[in-house]
């Protein structure tokens, strides 16, 4: 396990990023390490986050203002930070602050990251990135702040504690966090339950317009660029349509895909104890988890369904 006390040991320029189109667990844990850090560094250290712009759902977190949504020139960092990145094509856009960072940390729990930088802690059976750097993290340092940074990190990554990478030793953490009186329940409706207006109507067409296919066994939809630009919606207004697609009764496989670019779709992927749906990403140069996984890939939305489709039914029969 690293200590993150002896990587920063004399450092004067701290870094920190997560992956692009951030969720909830890289917010959370992101931003529980940046507020450590702050915590711990000695005074005149700089202590720098950047993620890409972000809506006002976890603006509730402790430091939410201070994240640089600016990728500009940046002076090199003694110690850099990924979290929740399972390579380093995850983060684009502060891929430059990595390669020139004197020590590079990768703080990750994929299944599918084979190892990077030059400091690594990877766990592919935690729940989130958040349980990993509450492992780091003394429980005498802990406070209220990070506390919820993390927690909030955890949840959104478990399904609220459902998914199958909730484990014993994430109920433990996620005790040991809820234990500073914060209003757990209120962070989790507000952070992942509500949905705006706009959220809900994609949810809802989304819903509509899916089909079944496997024999009842896989489901899919798709939300097109003209879709998008009716509802005026972003690519945040998305999440949660596969994870509400995977509750269709003796569905085992969900895919859900939308319109990045011409003839390009963003794919996400879920599966029940049945089916590995990272293994089907990483066919298509994507990643993730046993049964949370994506990918990015070209060709109509037939071609894309269809190449899916034939790996689906491999491990389905």
Not at 72 to 98: H, I, M, N, W
Not at 193 to 218: C, H, I, M, P
């Amino acid at each position: 396990m690293l200590d993150i006390k002896k990587i920063i040991e004399g450092a004067r320029r701290i870094g920190i990023t997560g992956h692009e189109r951030p969720d909830g667990d890289c917010i959370g844990s992101t931003l529980g390490l940046y507020n450590y850090l702050k915590k711990i560094c000695p005074q005149g250290t700089t202590i720098d986050i950047f993620l890409e712009t972000l809506g006002p759902r976890y603006s509730y977190l402790k430091s939410f203002d201070e994240i640089s949504f600016d990728f500009g020139p940046q002076e090199k960092y003694d110690v850099f930070f990924t979290l929740d990145c399972s390579t380093p094509d995850r983060f684009p856009k502060a891929s430059e602050y990595f390669e020139k960072a004197g020590k590079t940390v990768c703080i990750d729990h994929h299944v599918s990251n084979e190892g990077f930088g030059s400091e690594r802690y990877i766990d592919g059976d935690a729940s989130s990135a958040s349980e990993l750097v509450c492992r780091l993290i003394p429980k005498d340092e802990m406070d209220e702040d990070i506390a919820i940074c993390l927690y909030s990190g955890i949840i959104s990554d478990s399904g609220v504690l459902q998914f199958s990478c909730t484990s014993p030793d994430t109920l433990r953490t996620v005790a040991d966090l809820i234990s500073f009186g914060f209003d757990f329940t209120a962070i989790i409706d507000k952070s992942y339950y509500e949905k705006t207006y706009v959220q809900n109507q994609l949810l809802g067409r989304a819903l509509v317009e899916s089909v079944r296919f496997l024999d009842g066994r896989a489901i899919f939809t798709c939300v097109s660029r003209s879709m998008m630009e009716f509802y005026g919606a972003t690519p945040k207004d998305l999440d949660g349509i596969v994870n509400q697609l995977l509750m269709t009764k003796d569905v085992k496989c969900a895919v859900f895909m939308y319109e990045s670019g011409p003839m390009q779709y963003k794919v996400s992927l879920r599966g029940d104890n049945d089916i590995d749906v990272a293994r089907i990403a990483v066919l298509f140069g994507g990643g993730g988890h046993i049964k949370a996984a994506g990918c990015t890939m070209s060709g109509t939305m037939y071609d894309v369904i269809n190449n899916i489709s034939e790996q689906i039914e491999l491990q389905l029969d």
